[in-house]
């Protein structure tokens, strides 16, 4: 029952910090956007300036959340009463493995795919490739690895603390 309740509060949150960075501004998630949309927002003059910049602040982003979700993650599993690196790791798994496959099904083959709200100024001719639903598929599959990953690293972190 905590876990499952964890999954619910996870989703939520994530739900709450995506969608306010892509309502407030779409170009700051822009890497995570389908190729052909990228590509069409370089092409754009409005966006020139701010793309360059943008992607390096993107990638160190997403290293930095790697590391908080590995801590904050691994802080829940051993509040949940993980005390081993098997039991961190399956559970940290599985709430990875949860946001995950909401984030492909809600987030993006729902709501990405069919809201106007994300659509970036000067690509909204684009609806296929916002539609695209492999481009999903391919990058759930790569946040399933990553999710394995982290919920490694969050299993040895807990590991060498609870010894």
Not at 119 to 128: F, S, V, W, Y
Not at 135 to 154: D, I, P, S, W
């Amino acid at each position: 029952m905590v876990l499952l309740i964890e999954c619910v509060v996870c989703c939520v949150l994530f739900t709450a910090f995506v969608m306010r960075a892509i309502y407030k501004d779409p170009i700051s998630l822009i890497k995570s956007y389908p190729p052909a949309i990228i590509k069409r927002v370089e092409e754009l003059s409005q966006y020139k300036d701010t793309i360059k910049s943008r992607e390096k602040k993107h990638a160190y982003q997403k290293l930095i959340a790697v590391f908080v979700f590995v801590i904050v993650l691994a802080a829940l599993a051993y509040f949940s009463g993980c005390r081993t690196l098997g039991t961190t790791f399956r559970h940290v798994f599985i709430l990875f493995l949860v946001v995950n496959f909401y984030d492909f099904l809600v987030l993006d083959w729902w709501h990405f795919c069919h809201s106007k709200r994300v659509r970036i100024p000067g690509t909204e001719d684009m609806i296929k490739e916002y539609q695209n639903p492999w481009f999903h598929f391919r990058g759930a599959c790569k946040g399933t690895v990553l999710g394995l990953m982290v919920a490694l690293m969050a299993g040895g972190l807990i590991h060498f603390i609870a010894k």
